[in-house]
């Protein structure tokens, strides 16, 4: 069974070349829109994962209202993974709450809420 040990939504995240120490850059769970669709220009999510030892197929899934809005798979290989994924120019149709879930084998192992408010 896969363990999530934190999950962030931010503004960028990367790691140091050479150390590899992880840089996690403005994390927030609230973003303010004047009209709709809600675009953000660039955000990243970045999590660490403690499985197993194998091979483990990784997804994020961003939902609104129990429906999907976008999916991001990955794999990794071994017990500890840091897994970071940028998005850009993404699209929120509605103000709401969208709801981050990742999964490790199918199985959900945690959430993450991004609230959108119509200002």
Same mark, same amino acid.
């Given at each position: #069974? %896969?363990?999530?040990?934190? +999950?962030?939504?931010?503004?960028? /995240?990367?790691?140091? =070349? ?8 403005? &994390?927030?769970?609230?973003?303010? %829109?004047?009209?709709?669709? /809600?675009? &953000?220009?660039? +955000?990243? *999510?970045?999590?660490?994962? *403690?499985? #197993? =030892? ?7 899934? &961003? ?6 809005? %976008? =999916?991001?798979?990955?794999?990794? *290989? ?11 120019? #993404?699209? +929120?149709?509605? %103000? ?14 945690? *959430?993450?809420?991004? =609230?959108?408010?119509?200002?």
């Amino acid at each position: #069974m %896969a363990q999530l040990n934190f +999950f962030h939504i931010c503004g960028d /995240a990367f790691l140091t =070349e050479g150390s590899r120490a992880l840089n996690v850059i403005g &994390i927030f769970d609230q973003v303010h %829109a004047q009209k709709f669709p /809600a675009l &953000i220009p660039s +955000f990243a *999510t970045v999590a660490h994962v *403690t499985a #197993m =030892e194998g091979v483990h197929k990784l997804k994020l899934i &961003i939902k609104h209202e129990g429906n999907s809005v %976008a =999916e991001i798979a990955s794999e990794f *290989t071994g017990s500890n993974h840091q897994w970071i994924s940028h998005y850009a120019g #993404m699209s +929120f149709p509605v %103000a709401g709450e969208y709801l981050f879930e990742i999964r490790v084998d199918d199985e959900l192992i945690g *959430t993450k809420r991004l =609230e959108i408010k119509q200002v």
